[in-house]
């Protein structure tokens, strides 16, 4: 570690673990309420919510810190100012525990989310964004904070670099793109429009442009690969997730109502996504072929993983299904789900897991740790991952051919043939679960354990 202010990424990596571990117990909490749905005295509805904000949290919290240990080692200099990093950090956690009891408390008490003066308190109701509008404006706050205090670290040092250019334009468009969900519209046709830049260019825009600069900066620090080499096929996968992320949303305007060329804006480019993802896969593994050299083989591995699953899962798990002519059969079936599932496994879950293994040993100040319990976690999750998708997958496709085609009714179609779809995704949940534990038990040991020659031997075998 060169920059003493780069601890402050510990904070939020932390903040993140936890809150990973968290989303995957409430996870399998929902995947048994679609079978037994009386399980818990909390409903399916405020145990999915949390289940879907924890992820979105701990994932921003995540990005959050692997910026703050990637922009004083490009700019050369410490943070611009460390005591705002650590206010951003406890407001920031103060804000999502609040928010995180408004929804336990509402679940409990639904009538204590009455309106007062004409505001709900605990939830707006908009899926995704469920967060009331106090809350909005303290991460709206928050993400503020943390673009400023970026900034003005490089605008102190004048010194540029194309990763941390890319970044901080990431940066700013992850701001940016939270505001359109602020705001409502009298016209639930608009009001959707508007809803789906926030949770479309967030993920497949925003959230893309800062997982470019970070698999660049990623691949430079593990192999030594030239800086010049990694940015300039930084700069033509970014070109290519804004040019098809910010026309592709598209592809969500289909059956709301709006002018029926989204059918072809959002066919045509939703499926060229992608391209720019396969490029990144490509490039992982150029770099791999042409630096061998490589300083820690677990990061090295990780950040390939995220590049192939982010292909795989972003990329080909959803064009399947985003075309118009495929789309109106399985449009909000559980094809979309194990997308979603696939898409942020290997986009994001993947990414930040890479940057805490590729960071943390610097941080802690150790050369060599325990690498073995790392590549455990790594297959246990990823394993448990696919075989969630592709149940969910097989389940989507008894419901869009019964629901669809045949027009059975929804309840029927869970409960009768999809039972044994919902046993198996529960079953493999667990074993996601055991990957993060792991995960968890050995963030908090990394460095702090000795290397035993085993656990040496079974990561060299592992890579």
Do not use: C
């Amino acid at each position: 570690m060169k920059y003493e202010s780069q601890k402050i990424a510990q904070n939020f990596y932390t903040f993140a673990v936890v809150l990973f571990l968290v989303q995957t117990v409430v996870g399998i909490i929902a995947a048994i309420q679609f079978i037994w749905p009386d399980v818990l005295i909390l409903n399916f509805n405020i145990i999915r919510t949390l289940h879907i904000n924890a992820l979105v949290v701990w994932l921003l919290a995540g990005l959050m810190g692997a910026t703050y240990y990637v922009v004083p080692e490009e700019s050369q200099s410490e943070l611009w100012s460390v005591p705002l990093a650590h206010f951003q950090f406890w407001a920031t956690v103060a804000a999502v525990g609040l928010v995180i009891l408004g929804y336990v408390w509402m679940g409990l008490n639904p009538q204590a989310n009455s309106p007062i003066f004409g505001i709900n308190p605990l939830s707006e109701g908009r899926e995704y964004i469920e967060a009331p509008r106090w809350a909005d404006w303290l991460i709206a706050l928050s993400v503020i904070l943390f673009l400023v205090n970026n900034v003005m670290t490089m605008f102190k040092t004048k010194h540029w670099t194309g990763i941390q250019g890319t970044l901080v334009g990431g940066l700013v468009f992850l701001t940016l793109m939270y505001l359109p969900g602020m705001f409502y519209t009298k016209s639930m046709v608009k009001d959707q429009f508007w809803w789906w830049w926030v949770i479309h260019l967030w993920v497949e825009g925003a959230w893309e442009v800062i997982a470019g600069a970070l698999l660049a900066f990623m691949l430079m620090k593990v192999t030594n690969a030239p800086r010049a080499v990694l940015e300039k096929w930084m700069y033509i996968e970014v070109g290519f997730v804004l040019f098809t992320g910010i026309l592709g949303t598209g592809h969500h305007y289909y059956w709301i109502g709006t002018p029926g060329y989204w059918l072809w804006v959002g066919g045509i480019f939703s499926s060229l996504e992608p391209v720019p993802l396969l490029l990144m896969v490509w490039d992982a593994f150029r770099t791999t072929r042409e630096n061998r050299v490589v300083s820690n083989k677990l990061g090295l591995f990780l950040a390939t993983a995220h590049a192939i699953f982010n292909f795989v899962g972003a990329g080909l798990w959803g064009v399947i299904h985003t075309l118009p002519q495929v789309n109106k059969w399985t449009h909000g079936t559980q094809i979309t789900t194990a997308h979603g599932h696939l898409a942020f496994y290997g986009a994001y879950v993947l990414l930040v897991v890479a940057m805490i293994y590729i960071t943390l040993p610097h941080i802690r100040g150790v050369t060599e740790y325990n690498q073995s319990r790392g590549y455990r976690s790594f297959w246990w999750m990823t394993v448990s991952m696919v075989f969630i998708v592709l149940t969910i997958t097989g389940a989507g496709m008894v419901q869009t051919y019964m629901e669809r085609l045949l027009g059975l009714d929804y309840v029927t179609v869970k409960g009768t043939y999809n039972l044994w779809f919902w046993i198996f995704r529960v079953l493999f949940g667990f074993g996601f679960l055991y990957g993060v534990g792991l995960f968890v038990l050995d963030y908090f040991r990394l460095g702090r354990e000795p290397v035993t020659v085993a656990s040496a031997r079974f990561a060299e075998k592992a890579a």
